[in-house]
């Protein structure tokens, strides 16, 4: 493109900086505007909707595409192009114009992508946005990941090594699918063996951009050495990840692509986290995304979710590590008790938690504050934001310190008031200051003694001029002389022609205009100088200033980013209990027996879309004696798969250290919890809903332990009748016996044949959701009750859904030929003869139950207190007859 053009040297400068960022589009400043060239120019201009223009010198010259935004814009420019993928490389003027010899010096100075990201305007304060790098290699006949997620705006940094037989890579894809990143980074050698990998990614999270890294780089005893350079140690023993290769690799590629992207120090960085997955309760991405956990199944969306009802907290870093505790509930009770008892405490005292949340309401993001100190982004705006959010301290620690409990004493014991942070932001930043770092306004009178003279200047200047307009109109005897100023001549005295005969000899002519002449005098120019020198140095010495205070919390970063953390769980500990008073929840009781047992349960999310006091609360026990496996039936729609999913989400809520939804709760501690809940085909990966449905069974079976909790809704409707009941049937089997001890598990099922399970196997135990019949119709009650339902009441519900009524009454027909057997006399389908003779269907659709009592049925009562299993033959012969005379009487 560049072939037969006369380049000028700003375009050449252009080519040279982008020729180094070839991956990139590239923000050319110039001016007020970032400009952009070639085919940056078209393809940003159709991503940012701009209009598309054209550079040259001549007519006939080929046409050089450009287009440009302003510069005090971009963000929301920024914005778009990062979430189209793709990665900017912003070039700033890193001289004065007016000092350059030639053309303007120009770098760049830091590379925005979509999992890079540390401005404010860009980011979701809710969530993080990680960047991940994958590593593989082969090793043993297995194949070990390494995977690491850095946080570019709060300095966050994982790191975890998983092993993967088949090397599918279904370990990683599960921890990409529960921090969700927003970028990965990959050897171009990995490409292939991470085939699937990567589009299972790509499918599971639509927006996430893939980098393509050299293979070269992926050196472990470089990255390793680079790594221990920044944490200033010998050995990565203190992080708890010495031995692992492929995720030291991981993380070391991480940390260089942000040290290369941000042109500056990452002290923000200041600790590597393994992944350890054996100290939380694992929960995997089918039954994260079943138990809607941080999104909906249906359109993604936060609202509606387990999240959205918890989060109550005040500050952006609070609502984060609220999702980071959801996602990694824990496994130890001592900690999960320490969090519970502050909970507790703030739960009884909702003085203290009000003063709290007051407090927290008025601190800003000051993890992210502090992270764009330290890469250089922090202006003055920020500046302000962290003294208002450090002015806070001494406040909280005051409240806190008369707290006796030990999660909140430790929070008090390491609470820093940064006193000497907050006197220095204080005392040094103009409560005005603005965006721009440039423009001046940004330091307090009386920080600094030189400013202080240079502003004073600056605001003596028109006091100066008028008593110099003054001074020269009397020594003149020009009665309207008066002062100007413009930017080619400066400072100027302006005088009419019909005074001109009165201009003192040692004015100086600059200009003439039709009525009216301008000079200049010495003293003038002496005035001048000094007005527009102090201009120029205070807009200089203001922006050194700035810098040396930023600096300084930059030196401090460690003690900020510890304060913010503390906060973030002061913030949590106060929204949970905000949640637990205002809902009604309890404090479980958290133990090791491997016993679950709920009192009035209830579903968080859907009894908050529900009218006070509607939603039904259920009990639940699950043990290894005598309750292992709940065989629950019952209608559609009568509250089973609420039941199983409100269970699950109760144990996970306890296990995070919150209060759960239920009038009682002891909790045994679970290691993983498996949901089968839902029938979708898997279209994105040309699943069938059957193939979904055995893919997470398998998952189940393979890797559910004797402390694991399964939640099963439904197994085998994806095919047919009997192999569904057969498959439902030995998939059952298996929980109750998995390594003799069996698993915790509730089986919702519309196969009444299961139940006959609890004939055989003493710790099966049959539920059902209750119901009541009325009119031919039916009433849910979704009560959970002891024993199996005799029949689904599916045509009842056709009926309530609003199925027409005459395809109603012939699947009652066809029913009634089911139950009779499957073909005539005649050797015909039975299920499809009709006798011409329909009833006549009367649709009641009751809101309420009945105030009175339905009419006594001797038969019902009579069978009802009848123990079938006691009966001989001859007895239950007798009974029969009597049935029928009891029949015949009504």
């Known amino acids: 493109m560049t072939a037969n053009l006369k380049l000028t040297p700003m375009l050449q400068q252009y080519l040279e900086i982008k020729e180094q960022h070839n991956d990139t589009i590239l923000f050319y400043r110039m001016g007020d505007f970032y400009e952009m060239f070639f085919d940056d120019a078209e393809i940003a201009s159709k991503i940012l909707s701009i209009t598309l223009?054209?550079?040259n010198n001549k007519s006939d010259a080929p046409k050089v595409p450009m287009c440009g935004i302003p510069f005090h814009a971009a963000q929301g420019y920024l914005a778009k192009l990062v979430k189209a993928g793709r990665r900017v490389a912003i070039c700033e003027q890193v001289e004065n114009p007016a000092e350059a010899k030639g053309i303007v010096k120009r770098e760049v100075v830091r590379i925005i992508s979509p999992g890079v990201i540390t401005e404010d305007g860009l980011l979701d304060d809710k969530n993080s946005n990680y960047v991940c790098a994958i590593c593989r290699k082969e090793h043993g006949g297995q194949v070990l990941f390494g995977i690491s997620f850095l946080e570019a705006s709060t300095g966050e940094f994982l790191v975890g090594e998983f092993f993967d037989g088949e090397g599918s890579g279904e370990s990683v894809l599960d921890q990409l699918t529960r921090l969700t990143p927003s970028e990965i980074l990959i050897s171009d050698g990995d490409l292939d063996p991470c085939r699937d990998l990567l589009?299972?990614?790509?499918?599971?999270?639509?927006?996430?951009?893939?980098?393509?890294?050299?293979?070269?780089?992926?050196?472990?005893?470089?990255l390793r050495e680079q790594l221990l350079t920044h944490f200033g140690v010998s050995t990565l023993d203190g992080y708890g990840c010495s031995s692992f290769t492929q995720g030291i690799i991981a993380a070391g590629v991480l940390f260089s692509y942000l040290l290369e992207s941000q042109k500056t120090s990452l002290t923000h960085i200041t600790r590597l986290t393994?992944?350890?997955?054996?100290?939380?309760?694992?929960i995997d991405d089918s039954s994260r995304r079943n138990l809607e956990l941080t999104q909906t199944i249906i359109g993604g969306k936060r609202e509606g979710s387990l999240l959205s009802v918890l989060d109550e907290t005040c500050t952006p870093m609070g609502a984060r590590m609220l999702k980071n505790n959801l996602l990694f509930p824990l496994q130890d009770p001592a900690r999960i008790n320490r969090r519970l008892a502050a909970v507790s405490f703030f739960y009884q005292n909702s003085g203290h938690r009000r003063n709290l949340r007051e407090l927290l309401n008025t601190v800003y993001d000051l993890e992210r504050l502090t992270s764009r100190m330290i890469l250089g982004s922090g202006n003055g705006r920020d500046m302000l934001a962290m003294k208002q959010s450090l002015g806070q301290l001494p406040k909280l620690l005051q409240i806190l310190s008369t707290i006796e409990v030990e999660k909140i004493k430790t929070i008090a014991g390491e609470l820093d008031p940064l006193d000497d942070l907050h006197s220095l932001i204080e005392s040094s930043i103009n409560p005005e200051a603005p965006?721009?770092?440039?423009?001046?306004?940004?330091?307090?009178?009386?920080?600094h003694q030189e400013l202080d003279e240079l502003i004073a200047i600056q605001r003596d200047g028109k006091q100066t001029i008028a008593r110099l307009e003054i001074?020269?109109?009397?020594?003149?005897?020009?009665?309207?002389?008066?002062?100007?100023?413009?930017?080619?001549?400066?400072?100027?005295?302006?005088?009419?022609?019909?005074?001109a005969d009165k201009i003192p000899d040692h004015y100086i002519r600059k200009q003439t205009l039709v009525n009216a002449e301008r000079f200049i005098t010495p003293e003038l120019k002496e005035f001048e100088n000094k007005i527009l020198g102090a201009e120029d140095r205070r807009l200089e010495l203001e922006y050194q200033l700035f810098i040396e205070v930023r600096n300084h919390l930059v030196a401090q970063s460690h003690r900020l980013l510890h304060t913010a953390t503390l906060l973030a769980q002061l913030d949590v500990l106060c929204a949970l209990a905000e949640v637990a008073?205002?809902?009604?929840?309890?404090?479980?009781?958290?133990?090791?027996?491997?016993?679950?047992?709920?009192?009035?349960?209830?579903?968080?999310?859907?009894e908050r879309s529900l009218p006070a006091g509607r939603f039904v609360p259920n009990d639940v026990h699950l043990d290894q004696e005598s309750q292992q496996l709940l065989i629950i039936t019952g209608p559609n729609m009568a509250g089973k798969s609420t039941v199983l999913r409100q269970t699950a989400l109760i144990v996970l809520l306890a296990q995070m250290g919150s209060f759960v939804p239920a009038a009682k709760a002891s909790i045994g501690i679970v290691d993983r919890i498996f949901t089968r809940v839902g029938a979708m085909d898997d279209l994105r990966r040309g699943q069938s809903t059957f193939m979904v449905e055995m893919s997470e069974t398998a998952n189940i079976l393979n890797n559910a332990t004797p402390r694991s909790l399964v939640i099963l809704d439904e197994i085998g409707r994806g095919t047919s009748t009997y192999d569904g009941l057969s498959i439902a049937w030995a998939v059952a089997e298996d929980l109750v016996q998995k390594n003799e001890l069996g698993v915790k598990t509730m089986f919702a099922t519309h196969y009444h044949e299961l139940t006959d399970l609890a004939r055989t196997h003493d710790r099966v135990r049959n539920f059902s959701i209750a119901v009541r019949e009325w009119n031919d119709s039916i009433i849910f009650l979704h009560k959970l009750i002891e024993g199996g339902a005799n029949r689904s009441y599916g045509i009842q519900v056709a009926a309530l859904a609003g199925v027409?009524?005459?395809?109603?009454?012939?699947?009652?027909?066809?029913?009634?030929?089911?139950?009779?057997?499957?073909?005539?006399?005649?050797?015909?389908?039975?299920?499809?003869?009709?006798?011409?003779?329909?009833?006549?269907?009367?649709?009641?659709?009751?809101?309420?139950?009945?105030?009175?009592?339905?009419?006594?049925?001797?038969?019902?009562?009579?069978?009802?207190?009848?123990?079938?299993d006691q009966l001989s033959p001859r007895e239950a012969l007798e009974i029969l007859y009597k049935l029928k005379d009891m029949m015949g009487n009504n």
């Open 274 to 282: 393994p992944l350890n997955l054996e100290t939380v309760l694992q």
């Open 471 to 499: 001074s020269e109109r009397e020594s003149s005897g020009i009665a309207k002389l008066k002062v100007g100023f413009n930017k080619v001549f400066g400072y100027y005295f302006e005088v009419s022609k019909l005074q």
């Open 804 to 868: 027409p009524n005459h395809v109603v009454e012939r699947a009652e027909e066809i029913l009634n030929n089911i139950e009779r057997g499957e073909f005539d006399h005649t050797g015909q389908p039975a299920i499809a003869k009709s006798t011409g003779q329909k009833k006549k269907r009367i649709r009641t659709h009751p809101d309420q139950l009945s105030l009175f009592q339905p009419p006594s049925d001797p038969v019902r009562d009579y069978l009802r207190i009848l123990d079938a």
């Open 199 to 222: 589009e299972g990614a790509r499918l599971l999270l639509p927006e996430l951009c893939i980098t393509i890294q050299p293979a070269s780089i992926f050196q472990f005893s470089t």
């Open 435 to 447: 965006v721009t770092l440039r423009d001046g306004n940004l330091i307090r009178e009386g920080y």
């Open 581 to 606: 008073q205002r809902y009604n929840y309890c404090r479980p009781t958290i133990t090791e027996d491997n016993v679950i047992t709920i009192s009035e349960g209830r579903h968080p999310v859907i």
């Open 53 to 55: 223009t054209s550079r």
